[in-house]
């Protein structure tokens, strides 16, 4: 069953940042973001430039209680608001949904930001919400961010030949997930979740028993 009524307003926690609803005054930096064209050649959508007024109407639009869309603003301490992260096509009867991630200014980029915020995440749809699945789809080109989610425990499950446009040429899809026995054993693996205080190593690093690279 679908949560309760206007539970998408909770305040989702990791060891460093926040997840929480998009507020008015996120509209500067999500109109810029959307307008940058070297974040949104890597995104799976397409649209034209996006106008201030469109994406305060974007932001008005969201719904807290919205049972099959719903997107988190990503707030780091001392920073602010530094990306978004999605839940799309929730579909509660098979317990999955379609997740994007998106990390706006590369200032905030391989500082840990996005691992933790994928992690509260994953914590948040498998513990809380009850989930089985997540899935994304990424363009075979944007090799940062399938390591991304290879590190955070994703397996690519599959390959579209000719999915995606740009630049006049054609892009195959990748298609990876995580279930909920994979988030399990991800925690197991890494202990991210033992040490609050403590940064936690890549999966990757964790096996080597070395700390995390820094991008």
């Not at 990390?103 to 009850?130: P, S, T």
């Amino acid at each position: 069953m679908p949560p309760a009524r206007g539970c998408g307003a909770v305040l989702i926690k990791g060891k460093t940042v926040s997840l929480r609803a998009p507020e008015p005054q996120d509209l500067e930096r999500l109109n810029r973001w959307a307008n940058d064209p070297s974040i949104w050649r890597n995104l799976t959508g397409w649209h034209f430039p996006y106008s201030t007024r469109s994406t305060a109407e974007w932001i008005a639009s969201r719904q807290d209680n919205n049972q099959t869309d719903h997107v988190f603003c990503i707030e780091a301490p001392d920073v602010g608001l530094i990306g978004t992260s999605s839940l799309r096509e929730i579909d509660w009867r098979n317990r999955r949904a379609l997740q994007g991630m998106m990390i706006g200014d590369e200032a905030n980029r391989g500082k840990g930001y996005a691992v933790d915020a994928q992690m509260a995440l994953l914590r948040y749809v498998f513990d809380e919400l009850g989930f089985q699945r997540l899935h994304t789809e990424i363009i075979e080109t944007n090799e940062r961010s399938i390591q991304f989610y290879q590190k955070c425990g994703w397996t690519i499950d599959g390959r579209q030949e000719d999915f995606y446009f740009r630049e006049g040429r054609w892009h195959g899809r990748l298609i990876l997930g995580i279930t909920r026995q994979g988030y399990v054993d991800l925690c197991k693996r890494t202990r991210y979740w033992d040490d609050g205080k403590k940064p936690a190593a890549s999966p990757r690093a964790a096996r080597r028993g070395k700390p995390a690279p820094r991008k």
